[in-house]
């Protein structure tokens, strides 16, 4: 997929039959479009349970703010060096590509990895996935938030071989693009998940 | 052409391609040919068309057989054929199977065939992408239905699969597993296929072919797949609960643990009431083919059937609650959802009239496709107005649970959405197959279907208004619901003699193929693209991409208005039609990648429930593949390229043997 693609011109027709962008990134902006109602109903099934602690230890007991923030941070920092991986692979500068790729995939995974502790910390606490109606939610939204950005992560880390195997050129910089839309998405989707989950408080 | 970039399918006619051997990973890059294996790699749009209609009309057999097994059991009071268990196993996999395996594939079988066709393409956008959908659906359709077999026996929890019903306290077999991973793997199927739909309409289109050129078909497909889009995420995270909760122990439905059971009810219905627009406006695409071809007029109102089709795409979002009136949910609610409920029925109700203004003074055919669909507006009206029915609060309080219900969504779903598709499979049958169906048959098949489906349902009206409930496995004497309950089951006998019939004319009519004359590319004087190239659809579909003029661009190029404003003809068909003879067209490589996907979601799937051993294989297969498939080029790169319009003739005569045929 070319991103030097060019709408054809055809003559005697003036109206466009095509969006203008390339299939894969159509795909992928569709793709996200459904990913939405995805998060949308997770969102939703926490809100609801989020106060149902059936007595016991509830999500919102154990929020550790500060470090959920941090963690937050790193990954909204992602965002920018994804931003600069694609700048530099479309100036055909593979191996700075190659190091912002690698920072993005490293942010993630320290994201990732906040995100095994906060777990491992609340089941500790007594919150683990069982406990109650809003644990339960908690755990299936934040997880599922979790896999995404996972397979975000192998995306760029495919993406890292493939440059150092001197397949990703500035020709095919779109690859790129269309992973970072994804990535952007994943990062969007936690603003979403930190400031309603975390942020605003249970009553 | 208006393309984006350069891969395979947008090259011009003159661009030719040979398959060339390598081996890759542990196969060999496919071919093409004749056998069954190309069958298992082949991502052409119209055979994988051709695999979606097959399969589904085997599962229609299959929901069949339910459905005469729920009408032998009712027939007569204190049916004794099945067991209380079985009965409720029977009639969740009926819908479950009706809904996902027959209606949804079949329409997909149409999507897939003729929106290419219709929007003047070489093939869809993603044509791996597009074989997976398919071996995704097959392999969740075969894992759904080896419950029966494995799990113990069929999810028993009816097709909506109702919390607490569904816990393991209520439905201990694995059944209710099996549909909750069956349907996500379905889901999987039908969010690639409609992405990959969605790219190829608002993408591929011919030159010329804005989207307020596109046929109606094309159009009313495009808006389902956008539905499936939306909608089935919605599901998917109904379904991860529900499994989560049978398998993992999680708390979503358990109201001793002060779980909300209407959450279920709601996720569900927020995807199950788009999805019923999913099955209905594939057939409501289909007739607005068929009834203009055969009154010999331009649909009326062009711009309202797509417009209400919008609408109602819209609209589908805001009337699910109405499913769950009795449910406790209020009388603001109640209210908000009756009232979006009657509004919906305006584009519904536009599009009948202008299916019926399309036919007012038209010079009408009455063809078997045209009997299904006339048989269509006829009886979907009749559901959709009992559907109003359902929008009224007070009277619905009264109908839910009953066979009134019944009797309503089978109206729409059988009355609009079977006899729908069955006019388009007559329709298009001769473009498919390259010979037509045979129309004495088919007026025994669309009358006996008729007499049948009405004596099936149109009687659960009446026994629904007399109380008797749905999903019950019995009823004792007395309660007056004898009568009707013995005409539904001879109804449902008649829709049964009927679908044998269709069978025997498919086979009858494949073997009086060659002693009759072939239907050429246009038999039926039709308006849209795929009827100006011959039948059987050649490989490469398309000589030369159409330029398009304007709406109904084939009857456009066959008639024109003389001095005086009357039709006149101004081409033959021979003279308009492409000839198919193109040899050397550029096409996507074949690919066995995508089956091999498919196979490994299955065993994710088993593993789950079973063992997470076969879990761990099935993953790794499909993450295996699935870099197997990224690394393999779209196109094999060692095939002989020419990607200039004027070697045309070189190309031609250097590559005879370039081309599948």
């Known amino acids: ?203 | 052409m208006a393309i984006v970039e350069k891969t395979p399918l947008e090259l011009g006619p003159g661009d030719s391609v040979r398959y060339a051997e390598r081996p890759l990973g542990v196969f060999t890059r496919p071919q093409g040919g004749r056998g069954w294996r190309d069958w298992l790699s082949t991502v052409d749009h119209k055979r994988i068309g051709i695999l979606y209609g097959v399969s589904a009309m085997f599962f229609f057999l299959v929901g069949g057989v339910e459905a005469l097994l729920i009408r032998l059991q009712l027939a007569a009071p204190e049916g004794s054929v099945l067991s209380a268990d079985v009965y409720n196993q029977v009639y969740t996999m009926h819908g479950v199977t009706m809904v996902f395996l027959f209606i949804m594939p079949l329409a997909a079988a149409f999507a897939n065939y003729f929106i290419p066709l219709q929007i003047g393409a070489r093939d869809v956008a993603f044509p791996r992408l597009n074989a997976l959908s398919f071996w995704i659906w097959l392999s969740g359709a075969i894992f759904l239905n080896t419950s029966w077999m494995v799990g113990g026996g069929g999810a028993d929890c009816g097709w909506f699969c109702y919390s607490t019903n569904s816990g393991v306290a209520f439905s201990p077999s694995h059944g209710v597993d099996f549909y909750a991973i069956g349907l996500q793997i379905l889901g999987i199927a039908s969010l690639v296929s409609s992405v990959n739909l969605i790219v190829t309409c608002l993408n591929m289109r011919a030159p010329g072919m804005t989207l307020m050129r596109m046929p109606v078909l094309t159009w009313m497909l495009l808006i389902t797949q956008f539905l499936l889009l939306f909608a089935l995420p919605v599901i998917t995270v109904a379904l991860f609960l529900l499994m989560f909760d049978r398998l993992f122990d999680a708390q979503f439905f358990n109201p001793d643990a002060g779980a909300d059971p209407l959450l279920w009810q709601h996720l569900f219905w927020i995807f199950g009431h788009p999805e019923v627009y999913i099955i209905i406006l594939p057939a409501f695409g289909v007739v607005s083919e068929v009834i203009p071809t055969f009154s010999r007029k331009p649909l009326f109102g062009y711009e309202f059937m797509v417009f209400s089709g919008i609408a109602i795409g819209f609209m589908g979002w805001g009337v699910w609650t109405h499913h769950m009136f009795v449910s406790g949910i209020g009388p603001i609610s109640v209210a908000a959802f009756s009232l979006s409920t009657m509004f919906i029925a305006v584009p519904t109700g536009v599009k009948v009239l202008n299916w019926l203004a399309t036919m007012w003074g038209g010079k009408l055919r009455f063809t078997v496709a045209m009997k299904f669909a006339v048989a269509t507006v006829a009886m979907f009206t009749i559901g959709g107005l009992s559907g109003v029915t359902h929008s009224v609060a007070p009277a619905d309080t009264q109908q839910t649970d009953t066979y009134y219900i019944v009797a309503h969504f089978h109206y729409v779903i059988f009355g609009g959405g079977v006899l729908g598709l069955f006019a388009g499979l007559y329709f298009w049958w001769p473009k498919v197959w390259g010979h037509f169906l045979n129309e004495r048959l088919g007026n025994w098949h669309f009358w006996i279907m008729l007499v049948g489906f009405n004596l099936t349902f149109g009687p659960m009206h009446i026994l629904g208004l007399q109380g008797m409930s749905r999903r019950i496995d019995t009823y004792a004497r007395g309660y007056g619901f004898e009568f009707w309950n013995m005409a539904a089951t001879v109804g449902s006998l008649l829709i049964a003699v009927a679908v044998a019939i269709f069978l025997w004319n498919v086979v009858k009519s494949k073997r009086d193929a060659p002693h009759l004359p072939p239907p050429g590319p246009d038999p039926w004087d039709g308006r849209t693209l795929e009827w100006s190239i011959p039948s059987p659809v050649p490989v490469h579909n398309f000589d030369t991409v159409p330029q398009v003029h304007g709406r109904d661009e084939w009857w456009h190029t066959k008639y024109a208005e003389n001095d005086e404003g009357k039709v006149v003809r101004v081409a033959t068909v021979e003279e308009a039609a492409q000839t198919g003879e193109a040899t050397g067209v550029h096409l996507p490589s074949p690919s066995f990648w995508p089956l091999a996907v498919a196979i490994g979601l299955p065993l994710i799937g088993y593993g789950l429930i079973f063992n997470l051993w076969l879990a761990l294989i099935g993953a790794l297969l499909t993450i295996a593949s699935l870099y197997s498939w990224a690394l393999e080029p779209v196109d094999d790169p060692d095939a002989a390229h020419d990607h200039h319009e004027e070697d045309h003739q070189e190309a031609q005569e250097a590559d005879n043997d370039g081309d599948e045929q």
């Open chain 1, 1 to 203: 997929m070319s991103a030097e693609a060019v709408v054809a011109d055809h003559g005697h027709d003036e109206h466009a039959t095509t969006t203008g962008l390339s299939h894969t990134k159509l795909a992928m902006w569709v793709f996200l479009g459904s990913e939405c109602l995805l998060f949308g109903g997770l969102i939703s099934t926490y809100l609801l349970y989020k106060t149902r602690g059936n007595g016991r230890t509830l999500p919102t007991d154990v929020f550790d703010i500060p470090f959920t923030s941090v963690s937050s941070f790193v990954l909204l920092m992602s965002s920018l060096t994804m931003v600069l991986a694609l700048s530099a692979v479309s100036r055909g500068e593979a191996e700075a590509g190659r190091t912002w790729l690698l920072a993005t995939a490293l942010l993630g995974g320290v994201f990732i990895g906040g995100q095994v502790y906060e777990f491992t910390s609340f089941v500790r606490e007594g919150v683990a996935f069982t406990t109650n109606p809003a644990s339960s939610a908690f755990f299936t939204l934040t997880g599922f938030h979790g896999v995404h950005v996972s397979l975000g992560i192998v995306m760029l880390m495919s993406l890292f071989v493939a440059s150092l195997k001197g397949k990703l050129t500035q020709r095919n910089a779109e690859t790129v693009e269309i992973v970072g839309l994804y990535w952007h998405f994943v990062d969007i989707v936690w603003i979403f998940i930190f400031t309603v989950i975390y942020l605003i408080p249970a009553d």
